[in-house]
């Protein structure tokens, strides 16, 4: 089993940044993707971004491309989200998960691990 523990949400104003981290424990040699999603209140648990964590390929939702920047470092067993220029819309928990299969790494079902989530709001 895999272990997620997510940090670094916190509140910014609209047009700021933020840093997500996500360190994994366990079992981490089975996980061949890693994504973010995030959930807003009232809606569904909705993919964000993936990479996989061997190659570093990397994927991303449409509402984030071009702000949002995922990565890892492979020795620290630790994935990151850059999120730049928020929107208020941005405003959700978010979650880090990880995939030992990765063929549909945008779907929740996918994924066999989650963290607790972290809370990021986006003020206007």
């Known amino acids: 089993q895999v272990q997620l523990v997510e940090s670094g949400g916190g509140l910014v104003q609209a047009g700021g940044s933020l840093r997500l981290s996500c360190a994994a424990s366990?079992?981490?040699?089975?996980?061949?993707?890693m994504g973010w999603f995030r959930q807003a209140p009232g809606k569904e648990r909705e993919f964000v971004a993936a990479i996989t964590w061997s190659a570093g390929v990397t994927y991303y939702a449409d509402s984030v491309k071009g702000r949002f920047t995922i990565s890892k470092d492979n020795a620290k067993n630790t994935v990151y989200l850059q999120m730049n220029s928020l929107k208020p819309e941005d405003t959700a928990v978010y979650y880090c998960?990880?995939?030992?299969?990765?063929?549909?790494?945008?779907?929740?079902?996918?994924?066999?691990?989650w963290g607790q989530g972290t809370q990021v709001t986006v003020s206007s």
């Open positions: 366990g079992r981490t040699f089975s996980t061949v993707v």
């Open positions: 998960a990880a995939d030992k299969s990765g063929t549909y790494y945008w779907m929740v079902w996918d994924y066999d691990a």
